[in-house]
C-alpha cells in the first residue's frame, strides 16, 4: 500500500493511500482541546470522513477556531432535532431560533407541548445517550427530486421549500439513526465528540448553552440580556407580520411579485420605530442635553442618527451632531495593543478629559468651539466650528463607545439618552440553520468597502476578526447600558446584497486565506433568489452600502 509524506499540525507523518482526515485526526487529539471537528487542506475545509487523496499539509481544528465552533454548533443542532423527533414524533417542530451570546434559542411549535424543566430533562437524557453511543453522522448525497422527497416525509416542509430554489442537481443530507436532516456546512463525524451542552428555560423557549471559544472545557453562562431579547421577540413578530420566516418565503415574495410591498413594509416598521425612538427622548427633553448612539461595524449608525436628527426636528428639537471621531488623541498618544500596533478602537484613544469638559460647558449654555480631527496629519484641528445649546435643542453622537460610561463619566446619566443599533437577523434559512448577525454585517461591510472605499472582498474579510475582537472588546459588553435598541436589519436586505457581494467573492483567489469564508458565503447567498433594489427608499439604512442614500454617509 503506498505511502504519502504528509505534514500534519507541523509534524512530517507517512499516511497510507485510502486513509479518513478522521483517522488520521487520532493520532492529534492531544494537540486539540475537546474533539477535532473539522480538517483544513489548502484553504479547504475538509470533513473528516473523507479520505486524503494529497500530500498538502493538513491543519485540525476543534472548538477554539471559529470553523470548529461551526461545526460542532450544527452537530448539537442536529442531537436536539433527533431527540425532539424521537419524543414527539416528527410533526413535532423544532425551530432553532437565534444566537444569544453563544448559546442557541430554540423553540417547539406543537400544541399541548409545554417547554418545562420536565421536558429539557428528558431532551438532555435522549441528547446524552445519543453522546454515550457515539453514532455517526451520515452523509448522503442525493438527487434534489429525492432529497425533497425525504424531507416532505419527515414533515420538513420548510427545507422541502427551500431546496425547491437550490440549482444544483444533488443535495447533502446527514443522518442520524434514521432522521435525515439538511444543515448549511460541514458537520462531524460521529456524535461521541458533542458531549459538552446544557438547555435551559428562556423566554417563550430554551437555550441550548454551548462550549466557549476561550474557555472550550466550560459553556457559555447563561446570560439573560433582557433588553436584547425584547428586541429579538420584537423581530420575531415582525417576522410573523410580514408573512416571512425563512429564506423560503422570501424568495416566494419575489416569485409572486410581492418584493416591493415587503420592502414598503419593512422600511414602514423602521420609520414607525425611530419615531417612538425620537418621542422618548422628546418626552425627556427638559433633562436630556445629548442623544449617544452606539453599534458595531456596518450596523448603519450614520444613517439611523440622520433620520432619528429628522423625526425629533418634526417634533420641534433641533439636533447638532458630534463625531466622536474628532476627539482622537493626536496620533502620537495613540495606546498601543498587546502586538504593539495603534489601538485606535481603545476608549483610551479618544481625549476623554477634553470631550467632558467640552460637554460640560455646552450643558451649561457657554458657546463651545468643536475640534475637526485631520487623519492625514493625525492631529486635532479647530475650524471655527461652534455649539451653544438653545432651548429644545439637543446634541447627538456617534460612536463605538456611546454606552460605556468611562465616556461621559463626568456627565450625569440624567443628561444622556443611550442608543444600541445593530443588525440583529431574525430572518433563518429554515427552522434548523440560521442566518449568523456577523455574516450578515460583513456581507454588508464587504459591499459599501467595495463601493466607496476601493477595497476587494478579500482585504475586507482579512480585516473582519479584528473588528469583530474590537466590538467584543468595547461595544457588546456594554449593549444592556441602552435606553432603546434599534435593530437595523431589513428581512430583505440579503436578497439585494446577493447581485453586489458575489462577484466580490467569486474574485478572492483560492490560494488566499479569506477563500475559506469566501466560499462559505457563496454557498450561503446561493440560498437566496437576487432582487433589485430600485423600489428600496433613499433614505433607507441598506442605501448606506449599495449606495443611493440621500444622507452624507
Request: charged residues 25%; hydrophobic residues 40%; contains cysteine.
Amino acid at each position: 500500500m503506498e505511502q504519502m509524506q504528509i505534514n500534519v499540525m507541523g509534524k512530517d507523518v507517512l499516511v497510507k493511500e485510502g486513509t479518513t482526515f478522521g483517522e488520521l485526526a487520532k493520532d492529534f487529539r492531544e494537540e486539540c482541546v475537546g474533539g477535532i471537528m473539522v480538517a483544513k487542506q489548502e484553504n479547504r475545509l475538509k470533513e473528516l470522513h473523507n479520505v486524503i487523496h494529497e500530500d498538502i499539509p493538513i491543519s485540525f481544528f476543534d472548538i477554539t477556531h471559529e470553523e470548529g465552533m461551526r461545526v460542532y454548533q450544527r452537530g448539537v443542532s442536529f442531537l436536539l432535532v433527533k431527540a425532539v423527533w424521537d419524543l414527539f414524533g416528527k410533526d413535532a417542530s423544532l425551530i432553532i431560533e437565534h444566537s444569544l451570546k453563544g448559546n442557541l434559542y430554540c423553540e417547539i411549535a406543537k400544541p399541548r407541548i409545554t417547554v418545562d424543566e420536565d421536558l429539557l430533562r428528558k431532551l438532555k437524557e435522549k441528547m446524552d445517550g445519543y453522546v454515550k453511543a457515539d453514532l455517526p453522522l451520515v452523509k448522503h448525497t442525493c438527487r434534489k427530486d429525492k432529497a425533497l422527497d425525504i424531507m416532505k416525509k419527515q414533515c420538513m416542509l420548510d427545507k422541502a421549500e427551500l431546496l425547491r430554489f437550490r440549482r444544483a442537481s444533488n443535495v447533502n443530507l446527514y443522518e442520524i439513526e434514521g432522521l435525515f436532516d439538511y444543515f448549511y456546512g460541514y458537520m462531524p463525524l460521529s456524535t461521541g465528540t458533542l458531549n459538552l451542552f446544557e438547555l435551559m428555560l428562556y423566554e417563550n423557549g430554551f437555550l441550548i448553552l454551548l462550549p466557549q471559544a476561550k474557555n472550550p472545557l466550560n459553556i457559555h453562562p447563561p446570560f439573560h440580556l433582557q433588553k436584547i431579547s425584547g428586541v429579538f421577540m420584537e423581530q420575531m413578530k415582525w417576522c410573523q407580520l410580514m408573512g416571512v420566516a425563512n429564506v423560503a418565503d422570501l424568495n416566494n415574495t419575489l416569485v409572486r411579485g410581492e418584493f416591493g410591498e415587503l420592502i414598503r413594509i419593512n422600511e414602514a416598521l423602521h420609520e414607525k420605530k425611530i419615531a417612538q425612538i425620537a418621542d422618548q427622548v422628546y418626552h425627556k427633553i427638559d433633562q436630556v442635553k445629548m442623544v449617544l448612539i452606539a453599534g458595531p461595524s456596518s450596523s448603519g449608525k450614520t444613517s439611523f442618527a440622520n433620520r432619528l436628527c429628522i423625526q425629533l426636528r418634526a417634533l420641534g428639537v433641533r439636533p447638532h451632531k458630534i463625531s466622536l471621531d474628532d476627539y482622537f488623541v493626536n496620533r502620537e498618544f495613540t495606546p498601543v495593543d498587546e502586538l504593539g500596533n495603534k489601538n485606535f478602537e481603545s476608549i483610551d484613544a479618544l481625549d476623554l478629559k477634553q470631550l467632558n469638559e467640552d460637554l460640560k460647558n455646552i450643558i451649561a449654555g457657554d458657546r463651545v468651539e468643536i475640534p475637526s480631527f485631520n487623519f492625514v496629519t493625525g492631529t486635532r484641528e479647530h475650524k471655527g466650528t461652534y455649539i451653544q445649546l438653545d432651548k429644545d435643542e439637543i446634541l447627538v453622537i456617534e460612536g463605538i463607545h456611546g454606552l460605556n460610561n468611562k465616556l461621559t463619566s463626568e456627565i450625569p446619566d440624567e443628561n444622556k439618552f443611550k442608543i444600541f443599533i445593530n443588525a440583529i437577523t431574525q430572518l433563518n434559512i429554515d427552522d434548523h440553520n440560521r442566518i449568523s448577525t456577523s455574516d450578515s454585517r460583513l456581507i454588508r461591510r464587504m459591499v459599501r468597502d467595495n463601493q466607496f472605499r476601493g477595497r476587494d472582498g478579500a482585504a475586507t474579510i482579512e480585516s473582519w476578526n479584528m473588528v469583530k475582537k474590537g466590538e467584543e472588546e468595547n461595544i457588546f459588553p456594554y449593549q444592556e447600558n441602552a435606553d432603546a435598541i434599534f435593530n437595523s436589519a431589513t428581512i430583505y436586505e440579503l436578497s439585494v446584497l446577493k447581485q453586489y457581494a458575489e462577484p466580490l467573492l467569486f474574485a478572492i483567489d483560492p490560494s488566499k486565506p479569506e477563500y475559506i469564508t469566501a466560499k462559505r458565503l457563496i454557498k450561503f447567498l446561493g440560498y437566496f433568489l437576487a432582487a433589485p433594489g430600485i423600489e428600496i427608499p433613499n433614505n433607507s439604512l441598506i442605501k448606506e452600502f449599495v449606495g443611493g442614500s440621500c444622507f452624507k454617509v
